[in-house]
């Protein structure tokens, strides 16, 4: 198989996304990821303009790293000075790394009006600096930055800057979208023209999203001729975000037959995803391709029918090559046999003509008229079937409780207050909470309630907090469903209440959110028992 | 200008998103902002499996559309029956559009193993469905379900699949990567092929975003020769979403020459990607290509020297263009032109450059940061300016109240009260009521004071109530937005609040709203005077 190499820039143009800041501690957790993904360059950081990444060069060295190679990000020297004068040349040198890229101008129009010099002398600067790092050992790529825009308004000189970096001793010609702007047809020709121009040298590509176009864009180079793609694991990036990583290599790896990193790594593709994304601090969209919650999940009962007769025949490839799981939303369209599949997971003897099922497809009905809606509310689910089956035993009661909101006088604070009584096998607990909203604080005093019991809650926090207004017509006396997402860290669930009060509503889903949790932790204390 | 046609599934093959499920009223909303927006084809639902889809289409009747066309989808006939005998045909007939889109196999396996017929019956179910709806006098779109996937496997039956189809009489024949499963160069080279092979007849595509392709695919086919495109306005749709027409729009006719929508609707683009996002109650991703609130957000500090010297230098378009705007993070600068039309409505004789309208400016970007968003809040967006111009006087004050929500006992109802204490012109009234949560409870009591004072206030009912949560990670403690519309039977008004409390967020806007209503009618009676 062809090997592409994969290079992840996640610390470094990742870091350029609105609303991303790791810590150095996040840093060192990216960097344990993508090595225990194979992926082969880690682009750490950018000594030169950040300081901050200087420091954690130094300390990235104390992890024993299997698989990834560390590079460093920086510019050619400035315009009319040494090679060795120039202060980020040697913060770069500095960073103590195995790789290093080098962005340079390849845009006629960058080299005259932005940084304002000769296109001889940009020459130079390009040549003089990678010759610099290739004399100091490095492995250096070249980021021809706005390579395709410069193609379009000058070929020989795009061509030329390329021609440079060579020169200079460069491994790799990364050609570089930086603006995002070209269309996939585009990148194809150009970056066929290189490798027909420069055959004895590796080519790869750096796109941006700007187009919707970044993952397309790096394959129809990989098309092309490249065997280098650069991007960020899960696509952030400044504007529109990079190339996503997780989706060009299943692509890659999966559709074309190409040798992106250890075969045996495939299967934690979604995993690492969710934890970048964790340590990120954002939202991994549902619908990612390969890793998304969404990815294979199927809602028409046409396709659900489809997918259980032959899988292929509604999903492109099998969920689990990636890690990832198939599910079917339970929705009216979705028939018995979806719901058949769930009742099995915990009661594998109950047959589909019995009345347990019977009784629980009526139930679910019910509730879904009453508004429900079980996607992505398993847990949900899961206790529904549970307590229809008589296969379940509330973890406490809640014995009652109240809430108080006020606005004591005009243009004060509003401020709500919660008081709860809970019943843990006879004991009782009465706490009182303050909150950002009658929600928060209802929340807060539940949790503070039934720690006491169960300290395990401590690890529980809730990851999203969704409301829907159903029939909005009736407006503020509409129904509406609150979906609720929990994580202790291992494990995350969803669990989902109805109400015409929103108080109400949010009360059923965390309380289901606690019972899960609890749950889990007795099915495993009888795991490890037998 | 060549012409590429448009054809919007949001209310269709976007309503298999997972969470995503329409109100009558929604739907009318999205069918008005597509017409709006220019979109050629709306395909508004499946009559044959969905019998509220029906209803609606006799509801939609009502709207006046200036530049779409309404599409009904469904399948072709079933095996071995007439088409006159078949319930699926019937509905989609009886949903009276003035198109219709007819699925089919175009994948030999899904013949043989998934509907289990002949090849030859499959050929006929499509060709006489087409037949029978071109008879009726439709414009009929064959959508070829799994195309490319079938070309791989037997392409002389997927290409029979379109002549049977263009015997019937098809109009278009739209080529689906129903799966998502296809890479760009494939799409592209196995669309060429059937323009070759069927030169006299229009060429759609249909992809879906699985391999995160489907903006790209959508492209290459129309490099190929396809003249219609399918997708969703903001790309949602089963499993990883369909093709995103903002963004193919955006990049047909910015980069590629092509005439998509009317080109002064261009500028609508982000507000309409906005206003769908509300109305299916999902948010939309910051770094959405074109229409994302990072789209052209630039954090870098070299880039935002380079974009100050010259904006294409790290901007692949002036985002004016699509209505978006250019952000720094680091000192943030806005498109004030887009606000200034706002203040003319109020005030015209107010300067671009004057102090005026510097400090509406200051305002509103404060009121963004905090999480506000006026689009579809217009109502609260005119408040501010006359706030902020000293064109308002408030027709109440709220001097302070109280909430309450209580379980007395376990298993008991909940119930919600508040009291309020309103001052109008020095005379105060206080009042209690009771209601289905805190909100409605609120909204009751402060009608029922002011209704003393106003009685116009009885003629107003809350139309529709949305809540969206803002930073869901910080889940129960996040910030809210609510978004209110009221009507008195003539007007219809929208009003938004913000708050990490839902209490005080749903309080905002409900006094905006009254204050609106107020206004118009001092409007009205000034009007009536001179």
Redesign the interface.
């Known amino acids: 198989m062809s090997r592409v190499e994969i290079f992840d820039s996640t610390l470094r143009d990742g870091a350029?996304?609105?609303?991303i800041s790791f810590s150095v501690e996040d840093k060192l957790k990216v960097v344990k990821a993508m090595d225990e993904m194979g992926i082969e360059y880690i682009e750490a950081g950018n000594p030169g303009?950040n300081p901050k990444d200087l420091e954690f060069f130094k300390e990235v060295k104390q992890i024993q790293l299997n698989h990834s190679k560390l590079t460093a990000f920086g510019s050619t020297r400035r315009r009319n000075i040494k090679v060795t004068d120039d202060a980020n040349v040697q913060s770069l040198l500095e960073a103590d790394t195995q790789g290093v890229a080098i962005f340079g101008k390849s845009w006629d129009?960058?080299v005259t009006?932005?940084i304002q010099t000769t296109l001889d002398e940009n020459l130079n600067m390009i040549k003089e600096t990678v010759a610099f790092f290739k004399e100091k050992g490095k492995e250096v790529f070249f980021d021809a930055e706005h390579f395709f825009d410069g193609f379009k308004s000058n070929k020989e000189y795009a061509l030329a800057s390329l021609k440079a970096a060579k020169e200079g001793g460069a491994d790799c010609l990364v050609l570089c979208d930086?603006?995002?702007?070209t269309?996939?047809?585009e990148v194809?020709e150009m970056t066929k023209e290189v490798a027909k121009v420069l055959p004895e040298i590796k080519v790869g590509i750096h796109a941006h999203?700007?187009?919707?176009?970044a993952?397309?864009?790096s394959?129809?180079a990989v098309?092309a001729g490249a065997r280098h793609v650069q991007g960020t694991y899960i696509?952030?990036g400044?504007?529109?975000?990079n190339a996503?990583l997780s989706?060009i290599i299943?692509?890659l790896q999966l559709?074309?037959g190409y040798d992106c990193i250890p075969e045996e790594y495939m299967e934690h593709l979604t995993s690492t995803a969710m934890l970048i994304a964790e340590i990120a601090?954002i939202?991994l969209?549902?619908?990612?391709?390969?890793v998304?919650r969404?990815?294979?999940?199927?809602?028409?009962?046409?396709?659900i029918d489809?997918v259980n007769?032959?899988s292929?025949?509604?999903?492109?490839?099998n969920p689990e090559i990636v890690g990832n799981a198939r599910r079917f939303?339970m929705s009216e369209?979705a028939g018995r046999s979806t719901i058949m599949k769930k009742i099995h997971k915990i009661a594998p003897e109950i047959t589909k003509e019995s009345d347990e099922a019977k009784q629980i497809v009526d139930r679910l009905k019910e509730l879904e008229h009453e508004g429900y809606?079980f996607?992505?509310a398993e847990s949900t689910f899961e206790l529904i079937i549970r307590k229809q089956l008589g296969k379940y035993k509330s973890f406490f009661?809640?014995?009652?409780?109240?809430?108080?909101?006020?606005?004591?006088?005009?243009d004060?604070i509003?401020s709500?207050y919660a008081m709860v009584k809970v019943n843990v096998d006879g004991t009782e607990e009465l706490t009182a909470a303050e909150?950002?909203?009658?929600?928060?604080a209802l929340?807060s005093a539940l949790r503070k309630a039934l720690e006491v019991f169960y300290p395990s809650l401590q690890e529980v926090?809730?990851?999203?907090?969704?409301?829907?207004?159903l029939?909005?017509?009736s407006?503020?006396?509409?129904k509406?469903r609150v979906l609720?997402t929990s994580s202790d860290g291992k494990d995350i669930w969803s669990t989902v209440g109805v109400?015409?009060?929103?108080?109400?509503a949010?009360l059923i889903a965390l309380i289901d959110s606690i019972e899960v949790k609890l749950l889990r932790d007795l099915e495993n204390k009888i795991k490890a028992y037998i």
Do not use: W
């Not at 930086?178 to 702007?181: A, K």
């Not at 292929?312 to 490839?317: A, D, N, R």
């Not at 909150?435 to 928060?440: F, I, R, Y």
């Open positions: 350029q996304a609105e609303g303009s129009f960058h009006d932005i930086t603006n995002g702007g269309m996939p047809l194809y999203n700007d187009s919707g176009m993952v397309a864009n394959i129809m098309e696509g952030f400044e504007r529109c975000g996503n989706t299943a692509n559709k074309k601090n939202t969209s549902e619908k990612e391709p390969f998304g969404s990815a294979f999940t199927h809602k028409g009962g046409m396709h489809g007769k032959a292929h025949s509604f999903e492109h490839i939303l369209v809606q996607e992505g009661e809640l014995e009652n409780f109240k809430i108080i909101g006020e606005q004591p006088a005009k004060s509003f709500s909150g950002d909203g009658p929600v928060h929340d926090h809730l990851t999203d907090y969704k409301v829907r207004v029939d909005s017509k407006a503020t006396a509409a509406v609720i109400s015409s009060d929103i108080i109400e949010s």
